[in-house]
């Protein structure tokens, strides 16, 4: 029965890319998402699936219900873009100035709606539901999934699962990890307050560029000195701005940065040593210090038997290259709240565009994905949902390939 789904994906392979294209040409920020969610609802009453919109905001469900009783799964796709310009020199090229989908969540929006499709006109042969989560502002925190989770997304799911595609991944390949997948991510801003002054009397002043560049020094010890060498974190500060004149000493800095840890003790560590050192160091140089970290996205976790049964159901029903084990990724993904409330997991793949030679990474202005990557990402939706409403027999490997 699997093989006849994956057949009928493949065949609108050509719809796919449509969709896709349209949403590339039309990318709407995160919460700011106003006709992506339309276009997605319209298209998903259209295989007669029923429709939930504004859910949590600006999210939309579809609730796929099969013949017979069983479990729930569900399936996310984001669909939200970057304030970024679109260099690229291609027909589907953004036509909005300075908004572009800089990430494949155009491209995920797409796989969705190829599988509803599918398993809408199969509903006859599920034994259970599916849910389909096309969700809003994965990009911006506090994201879109929290909110629709809390607006009942999740209500009698069994299951959860969500794919990314990768512009840095083979097509045909798959990517996935047990446990720590992606980390938290968390950010923190720094005002440092002085006392300004001429550039030639720096001691009747206190400089507040200087104690800044102390204390990016001293903030990059937290990580080296004092966490476990065997668990990981990172500290970066990325904007750092003070002063105005060349002869004039700053009398306030800003700094502002990014903490990625997997280890929620890590994580509380980090935040309380940010704030020990901000305002030790400030004090001890007779200014005033105000730090707000700000708590993002937690850290995304795959559960041990979901993924196992991802690998062997995608190795047994897809016509895939390479499954293989991911190392952890540093990067941030809201789709770790749903990880927090049911069991499932999130893996990678792979769509990078060989037709230009290389793939620019991800949020990058010339951005751009295989196609190719959609169906085989529906392939392993449409594998998940049989292994939990379909038929139990194992099936022989799919020989066709798009």
């Avoid at 007669?48 to 859910?55: A, D, N, P």
């Avoid at 929290?146 to 045909?172: K, N, Q, W």
């Avoid at 940010?274 to 005033?288: F, M, P, V």
């Amino acid at each position: 029965m699997v093989q006849k789904w994956h057949s009928e994906l493949e065949e609108m392979y050509s719809e796919m890319v449509e969709w896709r294209r349209h949403f590339h040409q039309h990318p709407e920020l995160s919460f700011q998402e106003v006709e992506t969610p339309k276009m997605i609802a319209s298209l998903l009453e259209s295989f007669g699936i029923e429709v939930r919109t504004g859910v949590g905001g600006r999210g939309v469900v579809g609730v796929i219900k099969g013949a017979k009783p069983g479990k729930t799964i569900a399936l996310r796709a984001d669909f939200d873009a970057l304030p970024i310009q679109d260099e690229k020199d291609v027909p589907y090229k953004s036509t909005v100035p300075g908004v572009m989908h800089a990430c494949g969540h155009d491209g995920h929006t797409a796989t969705l709606l190829g599988a509803a499709k599918v398993l809408s006109r199969n509903r006859n042969e599920l034994a259970g539901n599916v849910v389909l989560i096309h969700q809003h502002a994965e990009e911006l925190a506090p994201g879109g999934a929290i909110a629709m989770i809390e607006d009942g997304c999740l209500d009698g799911v069994d299951y959860v699962f969500g794919t990314h595609l990768s512009s840095r991944a083979p097509t045909g390949t798959y990517l996935y990890r047990k446990g720590y997948t992606m980390a938290a991510a968390d950010s923190f801003e720094i005002k440092i307050q002085g006392r300004g002054g001429h550039g030639a009397s720096p001691h009747e002043t206190v400089d507040a560029l200087a104690i800044g560049c102390q204390l990016v020094n001293q903030l990059q010890y937290i990580v080296s000195r004092q966490v476990d060498p065997q668990k990981s974190a990172v500290l970066s500060v990325g904007s750092f701005h003070a002063g105005q004149a060349l002869n004039v000493i700053a009398d306030s800095a800003v700094i502002q940065g990014t903490v990625r840890t997997f280890d929620e003790e890590v994580r509380k560590h980090m935040e309380k040593e940010i704030q020990t050192i901000a305002n030790g160091l400030c004090s001890s140089y007779h200014a005033e210090c105000d730090v707000v970290y700000s708590r993002g996205y937690p850290a995304v976790y795959n559960h041990e038997q979901e993924t196992e049964m991802f690998k062997s159901v995608v190795e047994k029903t897809v016509d895939a290259k390479t499954i293989q084990e991911m190392p952890a990724l540093m990067g941030g993904e809201d789709f770790a709240y749903y990880l927090k409330e049911k069991p499932g997991m999130f893996f990678f793949t792979g769509a990078q565009n060989e037709a230009i030679g290389a793939s620019a990474p991800h949020h990058h202005p010339k951005f751009d994905i295989d196609e190719r990557g959609m169906v085989y990402a529906g392939k392993a939706f449409l594998s998940i949902v049989h292994h939990y409403l379909g038929e139990k027999a194992e099936e022989p490997l799919l020989a066709s390939s798009v």
